[in-house]
């Protein structure tokens, strides 16, 4: 994995993991599943080398998987160490986290034990946080805690050992976070292996031996019973299609809900009304989904949802196989850094990033060419009928946001559509035209007001970085207070923000801009005293032709119009 700059990860990075993540996922066999985890560390995680270490019956740690030497793979694939060896190894060291770091100042004493490794040569470090040959990481890999609770280990089912980081340093909070993450994924797609290697194996002595059955039967209700993830038995056909016939206790207890309620319910009836239609069209041999099932207590719970078709020889299928494996950690974790991507860390704004995404989603290469009357026949043929005018413009003569009959705000979010396509006038992207001219002709538009802070630099020079952050924090506030709750306000870079603001005229941007300003004039008490900062606004018009980049730059240039074209003394004023 490339260094990133934290806490900004790039989605591509993002997506890299979550796709060495999913492929642990759709390994056929236990043994597939546990190379997969090792190539992933290789693939995903930015280490040169990798390797698995499972624990085995009698508790020792067998070498069953080793990833980026072949040479090393040779040596060491199918060794064993102690269990009493690994447990000191994982108690030696630094804990970052869950994680192990051993130093190679402290890893010498372990050269002679009895747990298999490798020896890599390299020079002595040159900085504080570079690797050294020696030293050591480890990653504890447990079953899922059954408390339910979300803290706390399982059983230790293995360990991933991880070597020489492509970038030669040691992993940062986001490189220790993700090893940590993807150690708790590996142990779910371990134990899910083992659990559908079990269940395959008691559902082929069904077939095979009739006389067999009841033994069978067993084998199946206890790793049924016992699964660590919920598993439940639905009905396949009939009016009955769907219906839960019987649960186990893990299910029970994700959904807070007896087995005996339980089969009063099919998937679909607790499934989120968002999620129905990913459910249907999962419901059959090997398919799999992630949705929200609904919990007793009105809440909904995010799950991994895999289906299997238990079938009869003679008669066909029987029953449906579902395992149901809780990933609400993991979700809200992918949400985090899917946020720090996209926003600012000091304001809490949308980025830079994340502005050109909401504005190339309203463009496309078509010039703007349609009249206002057509656009507005396809906004009503097309359903976008929120951005109808209220009489007065889109705010009140008391400088506040508009609302409709309903209470709702005019404004609208924006339509995150893919990509920059030429459309013609028959889709369903809905052109983004702008006013002409220098009046207000009643054309309502996208407006982009560029604004760039006035006296900002004095402050940070004379109260230094931190009251400068504390000025930022405060206006971004005071400008998201200032817009309707569809309108965008992102920090562009610096002192600089930008307000996309739709369904608006000329006159309407211009107050707007007004009303802002005035916003963020008023003084602002930093560690007990009171300093101001200025504003000037640029307004740019959006239109289709146009690029998120360009809009910007027009914007940009008229900003600083009306920066120049007001005595200095003023604009700290205002």
Not at 213 to 219: I, Q, T
Not at 501 to 511: K, M, P, T, V, W
Request: aromatic share 6%.
């Amino acid at each position: 994995m490339e260094t990133e700059s934290e806490p900004y990860v790039r989605l591509a990075t993002l997506r890299q993991l979550h796709q060495v993540m999913a492929d642990m996922n759709t390994a056929r066999s236990l043994a597939d599943t546990l190379q997969t985890v090792a190539d992933g560390v290789v693939t995903g995680l930015g280490y040169e080398l990798a390797c698995v270490n499972l624990v085995r019956p009698d508790g020792d740690l067998v070498v069953a998987a080793f990833a980026g030497n072949s040479a090393a793979e040779a040596l060491i694939t199918g060794r064993v160490g102690s269990r009493t060896s690994w447990d000191r190894r994982l108690n030696m060291g630094e804990a970052w986290g869950d994680l192990r770091f051993i130093p190679h100042t402290e890893g010498w004493v372990l050269d002679e034990d009895d747990v298999p490794q490798w020896y890599t040569d390299g020079p002595a470090p040159r900085f504080e946080d570079e690797w050294h040959p020696s030293d050591r990481l480890f990653a504890p890999m447990y079953t899922p805690s059954v408390s339910g609770g979300g803290s706390g280990h399982g059983e230790l089912i293995g360990v991933l050992s991880v070597d020489r980081p492509r970038n030669g340093r040691k992993p940062g909070a986001w490189g220790r976070e993700a090893l940590q993450m993807y150690a708790f994924q590996a142990a779910i797609a371990i134990s899910n292996a083992r659990l559908r290697a079990n269940m395959q194996r008691a559902l082929v002595r069904l077939e095979r031996e009739q006389q067999a059955l009841r033994a069978s039967e067993e084998s199946f209700r206890q790793a049924f019973e016992y699964a660590p993830s919920g598993m439940a038995i639905a009905e396949m056909g009939g009016d009955q299609h769907g219906r839960i016939l019987r649960t186990n206790d893990a299910l029970c207890r994700l959904l807070g809900r007896p087995a005996s309620a339980m089969r009063r319910y099919s998937f679909s009836d607790l499934v989120h009304p968002e999620d129905i239609g990913t459910l249907l069209r999962t419901s059959a041999e090997g398919g799999r989904a992630e949705l929200r099932l609904g919990r007793r207590d009105g809440t909904y719970v995010w799950v991994h949802l895999r289906n299997s078709v238990v079938a009869d020889a003679a008669d066909g299928p029987r029953f449906l196989l579902t395992h149901v494996e809780d990933i609400e950690e993991r979700k809200r974790r992918e949400l985090q850094l899917a946020h720090r991507a996209s926003h600012d860390a000091l304001t809490g704004l949308p980025n830079s990033a994340e502005l050109r995404s909401r504005l190339s989603a309203r463009l496309c290469q078509r010039p703007q060419s349609l009249p206002p009357g057509a656009v507005a026949s396809l906004d009503a043929a097309y359903g976008h009928g929120d951005f109808a005018e209220p009489p007065g413009g889109e705010y009140d003569g008391g400088g506040h946001p508009a609302y409709d009959g309903n209470g709702n705000g005019n404004g609208h979010g924006f339509d995150f559509h893919s990509g920059s396509e030429a459309f013609d006038a028959f889709d369903h992207h809905v052109h983004t035209i702008a006013p002409e001219g220098e009046t207000d002709d009643g054309t309502k538009g996208l407006a982009v007001l560029f604004c760039d802070l006035d006296g900002f630099k004095s402050i940070n020079d004379r109260f230094g970085h931190n009251a400068g952050d504390e000025v930022l924090i405060e206006v971004a506030r005071r400008l998201t207070h200032g817009v309707r709750d569809g309108d965008t306000v992102a920090r562009l870079g610096g002192d600089e923000f930008v307000v996309l603001a739709d369904g608006l005229g000329r006159a309407d941007a211009q107050d707007l801009a007004v009303r802002l300003r005035n916003a963020i004039i008023p003084p602002i008490r930093v560690d007990g005293r009171a300093v101001r900062v200025g504003a000037s606004f640029g307004i740019g018009w959006a239109h289709c032709g146009m690029t998120a980049d360009e809009v910007l730059k027009s914007a940009d240039e008229r900003m600083y119009v009306e920066k120049r074209s007001r005595p200095k003394q003023h604009r700290r004023a205002g």
